[in-house]
């Protein structure tokens, strides 16, 4: 179970990484988010902006009030993993467009749990739960 401020806080450094590769047309920076996405749908503990909210952010917050299952961020990240790395492909093969629009639907995501707290991912895997009769509960309490 995870603290759910956790992938808020790596959505807004993602959010702001995509930014920067699509201001200067960096198939490099998103070969980078593609690595972070990569090690982070591998386990979630292995996230390097998991581990910087782990040992730089959460130690300043009181504990979380609700915590979300893990499987959810590691399918989302998948997802961001192939948007990424698809983008990455389109910089580096001559085909910004591509690069542009991978990019761009990698930024929205991002945004979107960052700001808002609403992770599509996360809610495209709890759908298909709900659909193979599989449900999935979104969040439950935290111990105190």
């Known amino acids: 179970m995870l603290d759910p ?11 702001v990484v995509v930014l920067l590769a699509l201001t200067f047309s960096s198939g490099w920076l998103m070969l980078a988010q593609a690595v972070v996405f990569g090690l982070t749908a591998f386990s979630v503990r292995l996230g390097p902006y998991g581990l910087l909210y782990r040992w730089l952010v959460a130690p300043r917050l009181s504990p979380p009030a609700d915590l979300e299952p893990a499987a959810p961020v590691r399918f989302a990240q998948t997802v961001g993993l192939v948007f990424a790395t698809v983008s990455a492909i389109g910089y580096f093969t ?5 690069g542009i629009v991978a990019a761009s639907f990698a930024l929205a995501a991002a945004f979107l749990n960052a700001a808002f707290g609403l992770c599509l991912g996360c809610e495209v895997y709890l759908a298909y739960r709900r659909l193979v009769g599989r449900p999935l509960t979104a969040r439950v309490p935290a111990s105190r």
């Open 5 to 15: 401020r956790g992938p808020r806080f790596a959505a807004a450094l993602t959010t």
């Open 94 to 98: 001559g085909l910004p467009v591509l």
